[in-house]
């Protein structure tokens, strides 16, 4: 980990993930991890909003531990083992006419104002990469924002805490959900 830099790499990742998701992406830092397993920590991850929306962050997350698995790198795969989001934060806004800020994600904008699909192909590898043993989330916000009433509603489930066992397609996964908090401002 004190030897291999993975930041000095997010010039090639992030035009990928910032294109793949259609908005603006930043990382604080990059880390390869040893212990307890290999893989890699990611800091600071914030992903910008539709500026159609906000100009504030759509997601954050104080960090995400991606584990590899170490047999598949023998065959010069990587197969992800575990994923943990630590704080993640979540913003949905919903505009006129019914318009959530989740319909841009993965969308590019076309010439006339409108977007068009992202090229075949990538939700489906986006899809494929999510193919986990575990994936655990803990202390997670989750913000709704329905801006298309006379009075602005806004409601926050805060402290949720997610762990899904088997994450792939065409399988059952195991899902357990603690929420400990809802707050409603009217």
């Known amino acids: 980990p004190f030897l291999v830099d993975l930041n000095r790499y997010q010039a090639q990742y992030l035009p990928i993930i910032e294109q793949a998701l259609n908005r603006k992406v930043t990382i604080d830092e990059v880390r390869l991890t040893i212990l307890p397993r290999l893989g890699a920590r990611v800091s600071g991850l914030v992903v910008m909003d539709d500026p159609a929306f906000s100009d504030k962050p759509f997601a ?46 993965g969308r590019e904008e076309t010439g006339n104002g409108g977007s068009a699909a992202s090229p075949a192909g990538v939700p489906f590898h986006l899809l494929a990469l999510l193919a986990v043993d575990r994936l655990a989330i803990a202390r997670g916000t989750v913000a709704y924002r329905d801006l298309s009433g006379p009075a602005p509603t806004e409601y926050a ?21 603690n929420c400990s908090d809802v707050d409603e401002d009217t």
């Open 60 to 105: 954050s997350l104080t960090s995400v531990d991606i584990g590899i698995k170490l047999r598949p790198l023998f065959s010069r795969r990587i197969g992800i083992a575990d994923v943990s989001l630590r704080e993640p934060t979540i913003t949905v806004i919903k505009k006129q006419h019914g318009v959530l800020n989740t319909s841009t994600l």
């Open 157 to 177: 489930l805060s402290d949720i805490q997610v762990l899904l066992n088997s994450v792939r397609l065409g399988e059952s996964l195991s899902l357990r959900i």
